[in-house]
């Protein structure tokens, strides 16, 4: 984390991520039928790409799979070894495009949506959200070979509430992108709600898409999502990236990692910073 460079606010590894890259973001065209996804870290990024992929792909609307989506087109990944917008460049429409940036620092045909351009941001709650991203950088940092570096959860609980972390503040991040609430072109879905009632965020997302499938189809596509169905899936495709990011998929993990101390700090933060948004979370 010591390593990361700041970019207009926000932190970036420079293994993954270089300032050219992020610079040609915000003029990056977004063609008329994308599907942007627009997640913070650890929201359920994967798990929302799955099924936005699934979906078009039964409707017969794209025979690409998620191997060849790019996890951010900001950021270069070692086994695509050219920056995600890149990649994307050549893929026939309609493409997923996925994006972790804030909202100042995104595309501005996302920002400012024109056409038929459809944008989908998972938000999740920012305690579990930070236990999940504290074990993936231990995995991440332990798979690079630098053990030394993986930093312990008190310290990466702070960098949390200082905005000290990938991609920046949580809140700002949630509520850049919260002001495109009411623009239709947007569609807002949460984590909770996904693990609550999966079947009606895919209803949702089918709507939203404009995608039509039999009932048998659909429960097929949401039955093979379940945290086990999907997670043994990546297990087997050999990705270890994949099997970095299937830790728990519940609800509440916050609890077994927060002391109360920690829990009122956060608390406070969450408080003060989402006040009077309208924007909230479910935390079990
Ligand atoms: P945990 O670390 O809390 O288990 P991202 O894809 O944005 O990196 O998010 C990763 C988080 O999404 C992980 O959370 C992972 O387990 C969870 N996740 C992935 N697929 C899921 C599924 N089918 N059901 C529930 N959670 C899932």
């Given at each position: 984390m010591d390593k990361w460079f700041e970019y207009k606010g926000a932190l970036f590894d420079p293994r993954m991520f270089t300032k050219e890259s992020l610079d040609v973001i915000p003029d990056y065209v977004i063609r008329d039928d994308d599907v942007v996804i627009v997640t913070y870290p650890k929201a359920g990024t994967n798990w929302i790409i799955e099924i936005v992929n699934k979906l078009l792909r039964a409707a017969g609307k794209t025979d690409v799979t998620t191997e060849d989506i790019p996890w951010a087109i900001e950021s270069t990944l070692p086994q695509f070894g050219q920056p995600g917008h890149v990649i994307l460049k050549?893929?026939?429409?309609?493409r997923i495009l996925h994006t972790h940036l804030p909202y100042h620092l995104a595309p501005n045909m996302v920002t400012n949506p024109e056409g038929k351009v459809k944008a989908i941001v998972l938000m999740r709650n920012p305690k579990d959200t930070v236990v999940s991203s504290h074990h993936f950088n231990r995995k991440m940092q332990a798979s690079l070979g630098?053990?030394?570096?993986?930093?312990?959860w008190d310290k990466y609980l702070q960098c949390f509430l200082d905005g000290k972390?990938?991609?920046?503040d949580f809140y700002d991040h949630a509520l850049g992108w919260w002001q495109?609430?009411?623009?239709?072109?947007f569609l807002f879905l949460k984590y909770e709600d996904m693990k609550k009632d999966l079947s009606s965020v895919v209803m949702k997302i089918k709507e939203f898409l404009d995608i039509t499938l039999d009932d048998v189809t659909t429960a097929s596509i949401i039955e093979s999502f379940s945290f086990a169905n999907l997670t043994s899936a990546w297990k087997t495709s050999g990705n270890q990236l994949k099997t970095f990011i299937a830790r728990k998929g519940v609800v509440g993990d916050w609890k077994n990692h927060f002391s109360e101390p920690q829990s009122e700090a956060f608390d406070a933060r969450y408080r003060e910073r989402l006040?009077?948004?309208?924007l909230q979370f479910d935390f079990e």
């Open positions: 050549d893929q026939p429409s309609p630098a053990p030394s570096d993986v930093t312990p972390v990938m991609y920046g495109m609430r009411d623009d239709p072109h006040e009077g948004t309208g």
